[in-house]
């Protein structure tokens, strides 16, 4: 099939091997605009242009997909289809009607749940023991078109949403491919969403890092685990920020403690709420690296009923 592919991150990189692989001809990519990063504010362009220009595919990246001008491009290719994955910008109904088969977009949630721009965060975040990918056919709304195709995957209760993302991202690329596949074959059977089901998986802002130490263990270790690796979970110890990257349960608890004291050092262990611990595996002190807690320990005093807030 003759495809437009739409997309911007990391996340939708391996779905352009895939659909090539698969023998479709991408004969165009639209991506975000890149933007500054570093200390040195240095223009770096997205995973998925950078991807693109491997293979010699045409980039765009318009600012708006409303003047006209993206429309124009799709009317001068005349794509068979137009396959959507982490874009980042809403589409137009000129836009999803254009391609022949329309647009088809690739979300990283058991939709109707987790619509929205973080699905992969907000499930290890609330605890969710399963999730997956779904495609659908898109409409005007957001994620509420016909489901086309889902897999599913367990989540390991200790699977950070860093690793959930590779890992649901290698699963996207399978079922855009299959998806593609029955389109082909005429065997899809769209499905329409029960908006009742539905909820919303809002952006990531740092105003959900502070850690709650009077939250149960499991409460917290779904945060720091959800939050990770960015923008990741915050606390305050002796003054200074502490984030933690990584966290274990523990079946350590005093009664005696308050929530946010360390009840222990060797595994660094902190009292939650519920008569319920949780063990800092991974932390980054303020204007330090990334490392294991034991590390950190073996330069750095701590005493036993220091207070994390």
């Known amino acids: 099939m003759k495809i437009i592919f739409m997309g911007t991150p990391e996340f939708a990189v391996p779905a352009i091997d895939a659909l090539m692989e698969a023998g479709h001809e991408i004969v165009a ?173 809002k952006m990531l802002t740092k105003e959900l890092c502070a850690v709650d130490w009077r939250k149960d263990a499991r409460t917290v270790h779904n945060q720091i685990r959800g939050l990770s690796p960015w923008p990741v979970a915050v606390a305050v110890m002796e003054g200074k920020k502490l984030k933690i990257h990584r966290s274990a349960l523990s079946a350590l608890s005093s009664d005696a403690a308050q929530c946010g004291e360390v009840i222990c050092l060797n595994p660094f262990t902190v009292q939650c709420g519920g008569h319920t611990a949780i063990e800092l595996l991974e932390i980054q002190a303020e204007g330090k690296k990334r490392m294991k807690t034991e590390d950190y320990l073996r330069g750095h005093k701590i005493e036993l009923g220091t207070i994390l807030q």
């Open 29 to 201: 990519v639209f991506s975000q605009p890149d933007k500054p990063k570093g200390r040195g504010y240095t223009l770096t362009p997205p995973p998925v242009k950078v991807k693109a220009l491997e293979h010699n595919i045409p980039v765009y990246q318009p600012t708006s997909m409303k003047d006209g001008e993206a429309l124009r491009i799709f009317e001068d290719i005349q794509p068979d289809v137009a396959v959507v994955i982490a874009y980042g910008k809403i589409l137009p109904k000129e836009i999803l009607d254009a391609p022949k088969y329309g647009c088809i977009n690739v979300h990283a949630s058991l939709l109707p749940k987790y619509r929205g721009a973080a699905p992969i965060q907000w499930s290890v975040i609330d605890g969710e023991a399963v999730t997956g990918v779904t495609t659908q056919q898109m409409d005007v709304g957001l994620d509420t078109g016909d489901m086309l195709m889902k897999t599913e995957t367990p989540i390991d209760p200790d699977e950070t949403a860093g690793e959930l993302h590779d890992r649901l991202s290698e699963m996207s690329a399978k079922l855009i491919v299959d998806t593609l596949a029955a389109l082909e074959k005429g065997e899809l059977h769209p499905e329409k969403q029960d908006d009742a089901q539905s909820c919303y998986a």
